[in-house]
């Protein structure tokens, strides 16, 4: 059974600094998407990342796949109150079409 | 149209009503799925489709019945439901059912449910 955990759940921020949002999963996947969800909100997608040392950028944030220690990371750079939401990892798990997603990570970003 | 559109919005029903979830999405994606969502948790997968043909059902309850009329479509029949399926019912679409291409899952913005 595929388990994807994330870490911190809950991260208070201060705006300007950076931190990073880590998402481990327990079985082999080449497939790992991050997503955005504010409050009673859908599901935003921010990165798709499907290949081992993949790396993508998209204003302040940065996301990275490393498929043999399972494990991509959410990077923010000097991050902005724009950015409070929950951030969720999902891995794909085999040809399926299944998604499995982490627990997410609640972020809150405050002046 | 790069979107997937749900309806309705929102929708209060009682244990004994029927009422059906829609999904449309116009990308020519070949897969569609149903995620149920509750407070504050992750999304969990219900069904899933794939050319038009149910491909996955995570041991949902019989109350809960998918269709896909077409490869642009996706109902989701609810009756007689429990209190405890209020949540969020998401629906989404893939171009394929690998989902491993660039674009990956599209969401839509979701039924919020609410069963008295």
């Not at chain 2, 674009?103 to 008295?116: H, P």
Request: charged share 20%; with cysteine.
């Amino acid at each position: 059974e595929l388990k994807v955990e994330q870490n911190p759940l809950f991260l208070s921020m201060q705006e300007g600094k950076n931190y990073t949002i880590y998402c481990n999963y327990s079985t082999t996947s080449d497939r790992l998407y991050w997503y955005r969800q504010d409050p009673g909100k859908s599901l935003e997608s921010l990165f798709v990342l499907l290949s081992n040392g993949a790396v993508k950028q998209e204003g302040r944030l940065m996301a990275s796949l490393d498929t043999k220690a399972r494990l991509s990371t959410l990077h923010i750079t000097a991050a902005v109150h724009d950015l409070s939401a929950t951030y969720f990892c999902a891995v794909g798990l085999g040809s399926q079409g299944n998604l499995i997603f982490g627990k997410g990570t609640k972020l809150s970003v405050k002046p | 149209d790069t979107e997937v559109t749900q309806t309705p919005k929102h929708l209060v029903m009682g244990m004994t009503n029927k009422k059906s979830l829609k999904c449309e999405q116009h990308m020519g994606h070949r897969a569609m799925y149903w995620y149920k969502q509750k407070a504050k948790k992750p999304p969990e997968l219900m069904f899933v489709y794939s050319y038009e043909k149910l491909s996955i059902n995570e041991s949902v309850p019989s109350r809960f019945s998918p269709e896909c009329p077409n490869s642009s479509l996706l109902n989701l029949h609810l009756h007689a439901l429990q209190p405890e399926d209020s949540a969020l019912y998401l629906c989404a679409s893939s171009q394929d059912w690998s989902g491993a291409q660039m674009d990956g899952y599209t969401f839509g913005s979701g039924t919020r449910l609410t069963v008295v």
